[in-house]
Structures are given as C-alpha cells and as structure tokens.
C-alpha cells in the first residue's frame, strides 16, 4: 500500500483489494510503509478490511504502520482492535 490514504483515494484501495479476502483461511499482509498521509477514511478502509478479514475467516496484519494513523487509531479509542494486528 502506497501513496494517500484518505477520503480521495479509499475507492481506490477498496476496488483494488476486490477479492483479497476471498478463499478465507489464508494471511493477508498490508504493508503500510508507502502510505505518505491518511485520515479517518483511511482508517475506517482498515476496519472495514479486518471485519471482511474475519467474516472470510482470514488472518490479517497490517505492517509498518505510519505514525500518523496510530495516532488516529488512539484518538478513536481503537488501539486494542489493531493492537495484535
């Protein structure tokens, strides 16, 4: 994953990711070190994908993180949902 992470781009993400979770039962990995910016949008793609990811019965990990969406993670209350993701 690469580039803005916001309300513009998140159609985007959500075309591109189609099928991902599809076929359930394998680890998904979102490497996050290309993401440049990201706002609540991004944020809710992320949520939206790990609640996809578990309806699929599918493991899901998000990497390298940006600061600046953990900051959002803990501002909404939501650093146990992504803690041991």
């Known amino acids: 994953m690469s580039g803005n992470l916001t ?6 993400f959500q ?3 189609g099928s991902l979770f ?3 039962a394998h680890p998904v990995t979102v490497d996050m070190k290309g993401v440049s910016q990201a706002d609540s949008a991004g944020l809710a ?5 790990l609640q996809s990811a578990r309806n699929a019965k599918c493991q899901l990990e998000f990497t ?3 600061e600046q969406v ?3 993670i803990r501002v909404n209350g ?3 949902v992504f803690e041991s993701k």
């Open 22 to 24: 599809e076929g359930g």
């Open 64 to 66: 390298n993180i940006p």
């Open 45 to 49: 793609l992320m949520i939206e994908w």
């Open 78 to 80: 939501l650093t146990q």
């Open 7 to 12: 309300f513009q781009t998140v159609p985007e």
């Open 70 to 72: 953990h900051d959002l």
């Open 15 to 17: 075309a591109q990711a």
